[in-house]
């Protein structure tokens, strides 16, 4: 566990680790991976649930920052022991992202998890979120992460989720989403909360002397 740059989260934890399948071909953590000649093997790493359950301060911690933790290749074991430790530490708030959010329904999340579903719009109307509501079981909370943001929502209707955070493609080549693409989401969210990524903020708010915390933080 390490503290993060992320803006909507203070840590970071990775227990799995090596090359993730879904093969993303904007993918920062795969990028870090071959920069620093990393292992592309399939790796389990429990220290790094031990670290967080020292810990006894609360603390908002991102699992999976540099791989999909509920892609298909990982196993039930891995995951399991993951949520056990969210209910074994209930001061800590766990976020997950993942793009393979059928999985979340075979699982029993305590209260303290965020089931996060990332997709970044460059297929409209397709799959992750055409049936995003029905795999998220309760009481966890749902929030979708809209990163990079590659292209128009389509007509899915974002009003089932806790949160939404909408950020642009970083690295060589990067374009950044146009304005209306980003109204397009909030219009559709209908109040829900936005969170705008610092590489969007000023951008989108300009005129306004004020941090993106003040918008909205987890």
């Known amino acids: 566990m390490q503290k993060s740059k992320i803006e909507w989260t203070q840590f970071v934890s990775n227990p799995v680790r090596g090359k993730c399948l879904h093969a993303c071909s904007y993918c920062y953590a795969e990028r870090i991976r071959l920069r620093f000649k990393l292992p592309a093997e399939l790796s389990w790493h429990p220290e790094e649930l031990s670290e967080i359950e020292k810990r006894k301060k609360p603390a908002t911690i ?48 305590p209260e303290n998890c965020w089931l996060g579903v990332t997709d970044d719009c460059k297929n409209s109307d397709t799959y992750p979120l055409d049936d995003f509501a029905e795999f998220y079981p309760a009481p966890a909370r749902k929030f979708i992460s809209f990163e990079p943001l590659l292209g128009r929502l389509g007509t899915f209707i974002p009003v089932d989720v806790d949160q939404i955070i909408i950020g642009a493609q970083t690295g060589p080549g990067a374009v950044l989403p146009t304005k209306e693409w980003i109204d397009e989401i909030i219009d559709k969210a209908q109040g829900k909360k936005i969170f705008l990524k610092n590489n969007l903020f000023h951008q989108y708010f300009p005129t306004l002397p004020m941090k993106q915390e003040t918008v909205w933080k987890i």
């Open 62 to 109: 991102f699992m999976g920052s540099i791989h999909d933790i509920f892609g298909e290749w990982v196993p039930d074991s891995w995951i399991s022991w993951i949520i056990d430790t969210a209910k074994n530490c209930p001061q800590h708030t766990f976020l997950f992202l993942t793009k393979n959010v059928v999985r979340y329904r075979y699982f029993d999340f």
